[in-house]
């Protein structure tokens, strides 16, 4: 009896992504950075030693170690250590502010991104309450205040008040940082312009990431478990991607042009969208599997996801303990395994075709992230699956006249029509994730500790395991 095996080379992006992603974890645990920077010298050594030897394996084996003592030892550097030092006290903060501020009263509130803090550079994101009312969003300042530290619902965030007095001066940005306001701005305008207001927030949230002006209606997409459609991911860069590839297309651009074309526009609009991690991860996808293209090499899916998880840790280490990158990367690595798994050979109505896609796509990532879920929010999805059916079709022909409303809004008769079709598409949407988000069952209420989501993987684990025997042994058996 033959069973399948894992080639290790085959996989070694993605095993060397998870390799430091669990390094970065063990920081947490590991008192002196001097350790692991030590053992990096010795995997380092042992690498080369068995690779002269011929031994691949083995070499690939301690290349595994390099990259956990890589990812411990870079987890000591990440900047949301040290801010703490700097609460409670007058400091000097140099912020851009990354959130549209929102006016509540005799002030304003948003969210900032600090640079610099008594000349200490890092990147922590903060609440502000703009006294002042004069913050502008993507702008960057030199503010004096006291930075605190507060708690909310069981969850920390960093806070700072701005006045009148704190507020020292704005700062010039770069070239690069004024095109790209200009451009938020701009996009934020057509909106605005050509839709209703319900319909601006929504688009703004969706396509450019600003989640600020939904945040009444996120508890329905929580919901209704149709909060993913809200974060900007593979699936709206994908969908932007393809159109833009099409219309080139059709415009008689060849097919490396129209390639490369779409990826820089993808880099523009991660940009655009605050380079957040799902957003990151599907552009450096889309790049890995572009290179693979260019020079004609066939590329293992998981490598890619691997790749565009290192890349990502790489840039910030600190970002691996944030929700939204464990969900974007537990998910496509849902769809890849399932795909597997499932080995499914969809044929027939094309329509039927579809719906099944989405349907085990949707069954792929309930199963693999509702642990996470269950442990961050307290819900466990029971009927999503069934209801990403609706909603994914649905909201892709949003995503498509959201498009061609931006291509158009020159033309101003076109893109208020385009703007009055995605009003009164936009509004019935939000009334389905209404009342889909009402049903009974639509999740259960439920906490998983962290030891039940490790034994919940464990189980997965075992499962999978299995199944790949089973397949591995029913293809052997027909040979």
């Known amino acids: 009896m033959v069973v399948n095996k894992i080639n290790l080379g085959s996989f ?20 002196s950075p001097f350790c692991p920077l030590i053992l990096i010298f010795v995997s380092l050594g042992s690498v080369y030693f068995f690779y002269k030897l011929g031994k691949i394996f083995i070499s690939d084996i301690f290349i595994l170690w390099l990259f956990f003592f890589l990812g411990s030892f870079s987890g000591f550097s990440h900047p949301a250590s040290k801010i703490d030092y ?58 004096f205040g006291k930075l605190s530290k507060r708690t909310y619902y069981g969850k920390k965030f960093y806070y700072l008040r701005v006045t009148d007095e704190s507020l020292s001066e704005e ?6 940082e004024t095109a790209i306001k200009k451009t938020s701005l701009y996009l934020l305008a057509v909106f605005r312009k050509n839709s209703s207001h319900q319909a601006y927030r929504f688009l703004s949230s969706v396509f450019l990431g600003r989640r600020e002006l939904v945040s009444q209606e996120q508890e329905f997409f929580s919901r209704a478990g149709a909060a993913h459609l809200l974060a900007i991911s593979g699936l709206h860069l994908g969908l932007t991607a393809a159109i833009l590839f099409f219309v080139l297309g059709f415009l008689g651009i ?98 039927i075709v579809y719906s099944k896609q989405i349907f085990f796509c949707s069954l792929s990532v309930t199963i693999l992230t509702n642990p996470l879920t269950a442990y961050y929010f307290n819900k466990f999805y029971i009927l999503t699956v069934f209801y990403n059916i609706i909603l994914v079709p649905f909201f892709t022909l949003i995503l498509s006249l959201n498009f061609l409303l931006l291509v158009f809004s020159p ?63 029913d293809k052997n058996s027909r040979l």
Request: glycine share 6%.
């Open 254 to 351: 060849n097919f490396r042009v129209r390639l490369a074309v779409s990826l820089g526009f993808l880099y523009l609009y991660t940009l655009l969208s605050g380079a957040n991690p799902s957003t990151l991860r599907a552009a450096f996808m889309y790049s890995a599997f572009s290179f693979s293209f260019f020079f004609k090499r066939r590329m293992n899916p998981f490598n890619s996801l691997g790749l565009a998880g290192l890349v990502c840790l790489l840039i910030a280490p600190e970002m691996l303990f944030t929700v939204g990158f464990q969900l974007s990367f537990l998910a496509v690595f849902a769809i890849l395994a399932g795909s597997q798994v499932l080995a499914l050979n969809f044929s027939g109505n094309r329509l």
């Open 171 to 176: 700062l010039s940005l770069k070239v690069w």
């Open 86 to 143: 700097f609460t409670g006290r007058q400091t000097q903060v140099t912020l851009k502010v990354v959130s549209l501020p929102q006016a509540k009263g005799s002030r304003s509130d948003c969210f900032a991104l600090i640079e610099e803090i008594d000349g200490f550079s890092l990147a922590q994101k903060v609440k502000i309450s703009d006294c002042s009312k004069s913050l502008e969003y993507l702008s960057r300042y030199r503010i």
């Open 12 to 31: 070694l992006n993605f095993f060397l992504f998870v390799s430091f992603a669990a390094g970065i974890a063990a920081s947490r645990f590991i008192s």
């Open 411 to 473: 033309l101003s008769f076109v893109a208020q029509s385009l703007g009055a079709l995605l009003s009164f598409l936009i509004g019935s949407f939000m009334a389905l994730i209404k009342v889909l988000g009402s049903l009974k069952f639509s999740y259960l209420d439920c906490h998983f500790s962290l030891w039940a989501v490790f034994f919940y993987y464990f189980i997965l684990v075992l499962i999978y395991s299995f199944l790949r025997f089973a397949v591995g042994v």
